[in-house]
């Protein structure tokens, strides 16, 4: 019987955690810890008593205060000083050593030659803009200061561009000789002969003549007088070009004409050709040539085909300017002096003719390079 009332006092000493729980235990039992904290049996004040107290060396392992992740899959927190790294170009530095921490992340940027670098700016120092180009190491030349020098350069031999010297490369301006005009003279003396469409029909008069039938050339024909004299040989031919910007300042522009002259002019024939022209540039008075003479002798006087090139210098014009030029050829006849033995003749057959002139920088225009 004392046996069954100690069984009883015994379950009056134990609980259960809820009216499901169907084991009855003390409180030691029925009262776990944690991995931060623990349950200690101790000395109360009527018998024993349960102390809950906090493992700090637990909590200091599994709580890292104070510290960060950078993921939820981050295994080892650290501070942020540590977790945080510097990559190239960029600096990191945590100041003051103690106190109020603070991680400064700047860009790590080392200034050269004419940079300067203040805090977040970045400015030149050296490297200004020069509107003229001038090649210097310390300045930085503007788009249009490019395009002036690249407008200036002349071409002048494989591997080399420059300011001056002799170009290399040359435009060409065919001019059909069936587009060119033909210029009475104006003399007293230029009565019977005019110029002619002719090819090799030489007209005693020039009663009834037109200038609609072309046969090879064109034919030039000039009166001579009974004694020669400089009003001889204004019979004339006008070639007309456009000149593009391309062309430099003072350029020699050079005609180049195939010429027939006359057959069946006796031995020791020579025919003296004379050409000038006049070039119209914009904002610019009217520019003429000096003449240009070509003597072709004909020993056998039979008639020659021969090249003639006459260089025409018009002077300055107007830079990166395109502008119209006139030329004016014709037989100068007596306004030639003939060579000793020769006779001049009176009449050639032009066949074709060129106009061309040296380039400047790979036939840029203006408006190829204008910025």
């Not at 230029?190 to 002619?196: E, G, L, N, R, V």
């Not at 020669?228 to 003072?250: L, P, Y």
């Not at 240009?292 to 021969?306: N, P, Y």
Request: net charge negative; aromatic share 8%; charged share 20%.
């Amino acid at each position: 019987m004392a046996d069954v009332f100690a069984n009883e006092t015994n379950k009056a000493n134990m609980f259960k955690t809820k009216e499901g729980d169907t084991q009855s235990g003390y409180a030691q039992e029925k009262l776990l810890g944690s991995a931060y904290l623990n349950v200690v049996e101790v000395d109360g004040g009527s018998g024993k008593a349960l102390r809950f107290e906090v493992d700090g060396t637990a909590l200091a392992a599994g709580v890292s205060t104070n510290k960060i992740k950078m993921s939820s899959n981050d295994t080892t927190p650290d501070y942020g000083a540590t977790k945080f790294i510097a990559g190239t170009g960029i600096s990191m530095v945590v100041s003051p050593d103690g106190g109020n921490e603070k991680m400064t992340i700047a860009g790590a940027y080392t200034a050269g030659a004419g940079i300067t670098i203040t805090g977040a700016s970045i400015a030149s120092t050296a490297l200004a803009s020069e509107s003229t180009f001038s090649g210097s190491a310390t300045k930085v030349p503007t788009s249009k200061a490019v395009a002036d020098t690249l407008k200036a350069l002349t071409i002048t031999d494989a591997a080399d561009c420059g300011a001056s010297g002799a170009s290399i490369m040359w435009k060409t301006i065919s001019v059909p000789v069936t587009n060119a005009c033909v210029c009475e003279g104006g003399q007293a003396d230029f009565a019977d002969h005019y110029p002619s469409t002719f090819s090799n029909i030489d007209l005693i008069s020039n009663q009834g003549m037109t200038f609609a039938e072309r046969g090879l050339g064109l034919k030039l024909i000039t009166t001579e007088s009974a004694i020669s004299s400089a009003e001889d040989g204004f019979g004339a031919v006008m070639f007309e070009a456009m000149i593009d910007e391309d062309c430099s300042d003072n350029n020699t522009i050079v005609l180049d004409t195939v010429v027939y002259t006359k057959t069946n002019g006796g031995n020791d024939a020579q025919t003296n050709l004379r050409c000038f022209a006049m070039g119209f540039n914009e904002d610019q008075t009217i520019k003429t040539s000096p003449v240009s003479d070509i003597k072709i002798l004909d020993a056998a006087g039979l008639g020659l085909i021969k090249k003639a090139s006459f260089a025409i210098d018009i002077g300055e014009i107007t830079a990166a300017k395109f502008f119209a030029i006139k030329f004016f050829l014709y037989s100068g006849s007596a306004l030639i002096t003939p060579d000793a033995g020769y006779a001049c003749m009176d009449e050639f057959t032009l066949l074709s003719a060129r106009i061309r002139y040296p380039t400047k920088t790979i036939n840029l225009r203006q408006s190829d390079v204008d910025i």
